[in-house]
T-cell receptor, first 114, second 111 residues
Framework: NAGVTQTPKFRILKIGQSMTLQCTQDMNHNYMYWYRQDPGMGLKLIYYSVGAGITDKGEVPNGYNVSRSTTEDFPLRLELAAPSQTSVYFC?????????????FGPGTRLTVT | GEDVEQSLFLSVREGDSSVINCTYTDSSSTYLYWYKQEPGAGLQLLTYIFSNMDMKQDQRLTVLLNKKDKHLSLRIADTQTGDSAIYFCADLSGGYQKVTFGTGTKLQVIP
């Protein structure tokens, strides 16, 4: 199993540009999450999904959109990039909602908006 | 809102014990976690403890929870250079999606 994969690894965007961060998991997990990690800060939940076709906002959803058309894929869309979105983005997945079901994280996408 | 705080940096010599501390504010936390993040990688769950436990031991790792003081610690015995990483504590409250992460403690192990 590849686990959770994310593309791209790095990206530089100009203000106002759009892009999609890709996330795929091959563990047949129902639950998927997008976090952002700012320097010296913990992770903040952007969006999450409990299954195909179902998504919901996390703590910091503004400026982002998600979709979940399949169990495997959970892309994150930035429509009008702003410098405040410069961050490292992590996708994660888990088998269930019990706290003992750990979240598996992808390697991250480092995004810079200038 | 909930807050989870950690010191930013810890340096220890190889073979010594490391103790990483964390404080949290949410009294309704049900589970508390320790994650490890190696350079260029995502977070990896190390261990977790249920809020009605005081201690959990797993090989070289010992987690201590003082619920009264809302204080969580992670002790790594016989610290190795491979333990160099950033360690995040996190707490779960109010449902599965409400996991609040701390700021992370960077552990540097000196050979």
């Amino acid at each position: 199993n590849a686990g959770v994969t994310q593309t791209p690894k790095f990206r530089i965007l100009k203000i106002g540009q759009s892009m999609t961060l890709q996330c795929t998991q091959d563990m047949n997990h129902n639950y998927m999450y997008w976090y952002r990690q700012d320097p010296g800060m913990g992770l903040k939940l952007i969006y999450y999904s409990v299954g195909a076709g179902i998504t919901d906002k996390g703590e910091v959803p503004n400026g982002y959109n998600v979709s979940r058309s399949t169990t495997e894929d959970f892309p994150l869309r930035l429509e009008l990039a702003a410098p405040s979105q410069t961050s490292v983005y992590f996708c994660a997945s888990s088998r269930g909602i019990s706290p003992s079901y750990e979240q598996y994280f992808g390697p991250g996408t480092r995004l810079t908006v200038t | 809102g909930e807050d989870v705080e950690q010191s930013l940096f810890l340096s220890v010599r190889e073979g010594d014990s490391s103790v990483i501390n964390c404080t949290y504010t949410d009294s309704s936390s049900t589970y508390l976690y320790w994650y490890k993040q190696e350079p260029g990688a995502g977070l990896q769950l190390l261990t977790y403890i249920f809020s009605n436990m005081d201690m959990k031991q797993d090989q070289r790792l010992t987690v201590l929870l003082n619920k009264k003081d809302k204080h969580l610690s992670l002790r790594i015995a016989d610290t190795q250079t491979g333990d160099s990483a950033i360690y995040f504590c996190a707490d779960l409250s109010g449902g599965y999606q409400k996991v609040t992460f701390g700021t992370g403690t960077k552990l540097q192990v000196i050979p």
